[in-house]
């Protein structure tokens, strides 16, 4: 049997101990409690160029009293058990995406992507939910059976789950998710 290098034991134990220590910081580096909600794009409306008045040689015309703004549409939604975000993202969407996703992981924030561009196409309201945060965590797992990432939910207004996908899924698949659970 042939005696191994010193070198190169030297060599393996260095890899352990580097691999060891690689471990362990990722170990104590942990993920953030908070959620992360990703909001919509916002489309803002071009003005159209103010015209000039003509000028007329009668008097001027009593001015009209304006015409009160009609009040924002804020649903009330009552709680729909999923975390306080999705109830507000509901409150203002018909439909929400929401990408359950563990922050840092690759394939999570491929994922994510996906889901949000899904939504954009479909016209819907998008989330990203931390699995790791405990308090999004039992929110999920109290009205889902099982949470796994990455997953995408589409979720109607009344708070039910309209589709439920797992593992990665891509933007087309999202937008037809999202379109077909709309109202």
């Given at each position: 049997?042939?005696?191994?290098?010193?070198?190169?034991?030297?060599?393996?134990?260095?890899?352990?101990?580097?691999?060891?220590?690689?471990?362990?910081?990722?170990?104590?580096?942990?993920?953030?409690?908070?959620?992360?909600?990703i909001p919509p794009p916002v489309k803002v409306a071009a003005k159209a160029?103010?015209?000039?008045?003509?000028?007329?040689?009668?008097?001027?015309?009593?001015?009209?009293?304006?015409?009160?703004?009609?009040?924002?549409?804020?649903?009330?939604?009552?709680?729909?058990?999923?975390?306080?975000?999705?109830?507000?993202?509901?409150?203002?969407?018909?439909?929400?995406?929401?990408?359950?996703?563990?922050?840092?992981?690759?394939?999570?924030?491929?994922?994510?992507?996906?889901?949000?561009?899904?939504?954009?196409?479909?016209?819907?309201?998008?989330?990203?939910?931390?699995?790791?945060?405990?308090?999004?965590?039992?929110?999920?797992?109290?009205?889902?059976?099982?949470?796994?990432?990455?997953?995408?939910?589409?979720?109607?207004?009344?708070?039910?789950?309209?589709?439920?996908?797992?593992?990665?899924?891509?933007?087309?698949?999202?937008?037809?998710?999202?379109?077909?659970?709309?109202?």
């Amino acid at each position: 049997m042939e005696k191994i290098s010193l070198p190169v034991r030297i060599f393996a134990v260095l890899i352990v101990l580097g691999g060891l220590a690689g471990m362990l910081a990722m170990r104590t580096m942990g993920p953030s409690d908070d959620p992360v909600a990703i909001p919509p794009p916002v489309k803002v409306a071009a003005k159209a160029p103010a015209k000039t008045p003509a000028k007329s040689v009668a008097p001027p015309a009593k001015a009209r009293p304006a015409a009160k703004p009609k009040p924002a549409l804020n649903p009330v939604i009552p709680p729909t058990g999923f975390p306080t975000v999705v109830d507000t993202a509901l409150r203002q969407h018909q439909v929400v995406v929401v990408s359950l996703v563990v922050p840092g992981a690759r394939v999570d924030k491929l994922s994510a992507a996906e889901a949000q561009a899904g939504a954009q196409l479909a016209g819907a309201g998008f989330l990203a939910l931390n699995v790791l945060n405990e308090r999004v965590a039992r929110g999920l797992l109290a009205k889902l059976d099982s949470v796994k990432d990455p997953s995408v939910l589409v979720l109607k207004r009344s708070g039910d789950v309209a589709v439920a996908l797992t593992g990665f899924v891509d933007r087309e698949t999202v937008a037809q998710a999202a379109a077909s659970a709309s109202p």
